[in-house]
C-alpha cells in the first residue's frame, strides 16, 4: 500500500459529459501527478502540480485540467468526454525538495469508461 | 523512435532463473530511471529505481544503467510465479517533471 488513494473506483460516463476524479496523496507529500492509461499502454503524463500550482503538462488538450489543495489532494477535471478517453486515470504522489530526482508512488486507478 | 522502448513479450522464464528486462530511451539528458510492476487490473507499483551508472540491487531485483549506451534492465533473480506481470520501465530528464513510460514487457513466470 502507498498511501495514495483515488476516488471513485469505477466511473462509466457518456460522451460529451464531464467528469472529476480525485486523489488523496501519501502523507508527507507534496506533488500530485496524473496519468492517463489506455489498455495495452504504458501511463501516459497528463501533468503535475507543486504546491497548488501547476509545474508541467503534457500533450493534453485544455478540457484537461486540475487542482491541487492546500492538503496537496488534488482533482483531475474532464469535460466533453470523448471515447477516446476511456482509460486508466492514476494519481501519483512524490515528495519533491530542491532540485534532484524524485520517486513517485501511484494510486490505485479510477476506471473511467465513455460509452 | 519511441522515447522509452521496450519489448512487449511476453518473456516465459521457469521459475528459479533468471528474468532479464530490457529497455532503452531516446533522451541522452534523461537523468532518473524507474522500473514498476503491474499486475493486470492493478495500478503501477514502483519496485526500482535507478540514478547513476551501474548496478543496484535490492533483494532479487538487479537495475543496470548504461547511459552511455541509453540502456536499462531489471534482472529478477529466483523468478517466482508470482512475479508474472507486466514490467513497466519509465525515465524522467534531469530538472524534468515528465516522466516517460514504455509500453511495459509481459513477464510469464511457468511453476
Known amino acids: 500500500e502507498t498511501g495514495v488513494t483515488q476516488s471513485p473506483t469505477h466511473l462509466i460516463k457518456t460522451r460529451g459529459q464531464q467528469v472529476t476524479l480525485r486523489c488523496s496523496s501519501q502523507?508527507?507529500?507534496?506533488?500530485v501527478s496524473w496519468y492517463q492509461q489506455a489498455l495495452g499502454q504504458g501511463p501516459q503524463f497528463i501533468f503535475q502540480?507543486?504546491?497548488?500550482?501547476?509545474?508541467g503538462r503534457g500533450n493534453f488538450p485544455p478540457r484537461f485540467s486540475g487542482l491541487q489543495f492546500p492538503n496537496y489532494s488534488s482533482e483531475l477535471n474532464v469535460n466533453a468526454l470523448e471515447l477516446d478517453d476511456s482509460a486508466l486515470y492514476l494519481c501519483?504522489?512524490?515528495?519533491?525538495?530542491?532540485?534532484?530526482?524524485?520517486?513517485?508512488?501511484f494510486g490505485p486507478g479510477t476506471r473511467l469508461t465513455v460509452t | 523512435q519511441k522515447e522509452v522502448e521496450q519489448n512487449s513479450g511476453p518473456l516465459s522464464v521457469p521459475e528459479g532463473a533468471i528474468a532479464s528486462l530490457n529497455c532503452t530511451y531516446s533522451?541522452?539528458?534523461?537523468?532518473?530511471f524507474f522500473w514498476y510492476r503491474q499486475y493486470s487490473g492493478k495500478s503501477p507499483e514502483l519496485i526500482m529505481f535507478i540514478y547513476s551508472n551501474g548496478d543496484k540491487e535490492d533483494g532479487r531485483f538487479t537495475a543496470q544503467l548504461n547511459k552511455a549506451s541509453q540502456y536499462v534492465s531489471l534482472l529478477i533473480r529466483d523468478s517466482q510465479p508470482s512475479d508474472s506481470a507486466t514490467y513497466l520501465c519509465?525515465?524522467?530528464?534531469?530538472?524534468?517533471?515528465?516522466?516517460?513510460f514504455g509500453a511495459g514487457t509481459r513477464l510469464f513466470v511457468k511453476a
Open positions: 533522451d541522452r539528458g534523461s537523468q532518473s
Open positions: 502540480y507543486y504546491r497548488e500550482e501547476e509545474n
Open positions: 519509465a525515465v524522467r530528464p534531469a530538472g524534468g517533471f515528465k516522466t516517460i
Open positions: 501519483a504522489s512524490s515528495l519533491i525538495q530542491l532540485a534532484g530526482s524524485y520517486e513517485q508512488y
Open positions: 502523507s508527507g507529500h507534496n506533488t
